[in-house]
């Protein structure tokens, strides 16, 4: 089992590099979502599609974008029946709202669940598939057709999706989460806009947030890591430590709520190449089983993933201790890696992130650690495997 796993982890450490994974054009700062939309009118698409979630929408929050791509000249139709872990119903409703509409472009507004459902949407227009049929990380070896131009606004600072190449749908019949991974849904445009986060309650601020510090760590730990994806992760790692709090205590500080979108699309560009690890293989079961928010399960599941893997990977964690200034000076890199998971700890403490997952059920130990270890092995370069003892002493630790 390691053996294969190790084999598979190290082709894709060889073919991701190789891949060509294109980068979105970002807007950024205060304003920069209208900055966007009048760009998106000089591509020269004419329907735009806006895909946004009922919260947002009922909010306003998209009205001053519809406005302004009006303003510019685009027809636009709205189809804002976004749920959190959006499933095979919610994505084939889109695709049907874009047909009837005939758009030519997609605009995505909002969390990563609003942004994943637009790739979805559109991979399975472009294909003429069903969802089910488009999961999956191979398909390199099976190409899709190219999706229409694709842009996204992110509204919180966490998920990276605007950057990345994977869309994560659900399962709700198989209560499974599912990604579907491809360079070609990758947004060409996006704007990381302060001004639409600062209304962010603080118990959204927070599990988003400690999402993108496990895109950022989980990268950087990763054997798949790359020169390139390390500078991200350690710059994504220094600024939630350094930004995080201040966003949470006070959210409309505007400077910190724009260093948190850089930083959660820093980690998202790091992620997208050196892939994730075993907190999020867990938290995906987490949220496909009991519905737990993706970061609340990846606040809670990060300390102990790390204290698991340290042996392996000390150094590493030494690494991103120091560059976020967390440790004394003279310290080896087993105390810093310690301080490093410390802090993290410290961190959820003080942003009210629960130490165990209540919804867990011991009875459901063993479908967990089948469902979470067939998603790592091979998929992820975790520096250290877990066997299922491993993993089921981990999950008795996360019992309420
Ligand atoms: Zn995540």
Not at 33 to 53: M, N, Q
Request: contains cysteine.
């Amino acid at each position: 089992m390691n053996l294969i796993s190790t084999i598979r982890t190290r082709i894709n450490g060889r073919v991701l590099p190789m891949i060509n994974m294109p980068k979105p054009f970002s807007f950024v700062g205060a304003g920069s979502a209208l900055s966007l939309c009048r760009e998106i009118a000089g591509t020269g698409v004419k329907r735009v599609l806006l895909i946004t979630d009922g919260p947002l929408f009922k909010m306003g929050l998209v009205d001053p974008i519809v406005a302004s791509l009006k303003d510019s000249g685009l027809t636009v139709e709205v189809y804002s029946d976004v749920v959190p872990d959006p499933g095979f119903d919610v994505v084939m409703a889109g695709v049907d709202k874009l047909k009837a509409f005939k758009a030519d472009a997609v605009l995505a507004v909002g969390g990563g669940s609003s942004i994943d459902c637009a790739k979805a949407i559109l991979m399975c227009h472009a294909n003429n598939a069903h969802p089910s049929t488009l999961t999956g990380i191979w398909l390199y070896a099976r190409p899709r057709k190219k999706i229409l131009p694709f842009f996204a606004i992110p509204t919180t600072a966490g998920t990276g999706s605007e950057v990345t190449i994977a869309a994560v749908v659900s399962d709700k019949v198989a209560q499974m989460k599912y990604a579907m991974v491809d360079p070609k849904m990758v947004p060409s445009m996006v704007a990381l806009d302060p001004e639409l986060m600062v209304g962010l309650p603080p118990f959204i601020t927070a599990p988003t947030g400690m999402d993108a510090l496990t895109h950022a760590v989980e990268a950087y730990i990763s054997t798949m890591a790359t020169a390139e994806t390390d500078e991200l992760a350690r710059m994504a790692t220094a600024s939630v430590m350094r930004n995080l709090l201040e966003a949470y205590n006070n959210g409309s500080n505007i400077q910190v709520r724009e260093a948190m979108a850089v930083a959660s699309s820093m980690a998202g560009l790091a992620f997208t190449r050196a892939g994730v690890g075993y907190v999020h293989a867990f938290a995906h079961q987490m949220g496909g089983l009991y519905h737990v928010p993706h970061g609340l399960a990846n606040a809670i599941i990060l300390p102990l993933v790390l204290e698991f893997s340290k042996i392996k990977c000390a150094h590493r964690l030494a690494d991103l201790a120091r560059v976020s200034g967390i440790g004394k000076s003279g310290a080896s890199d087993s105390q810093l890696a310690d301080a490093f998971i410390a802090k993290i700890r410290e961190m959820n403490a003080a942003m009210d992130i629960p130490q165990t997952i209540k919804e867990l059920k011991r009875e459901d130990f063993a479908k967990i650690i089948d469902r979470a270890l067939a998603e790592a092995h091979g998929t992820y370069g975790v520096p250290r495997y877990m066997s299922r003892e491993d993993s089921s002493e981990m999950l008795t630790k996360l019992l309420a």
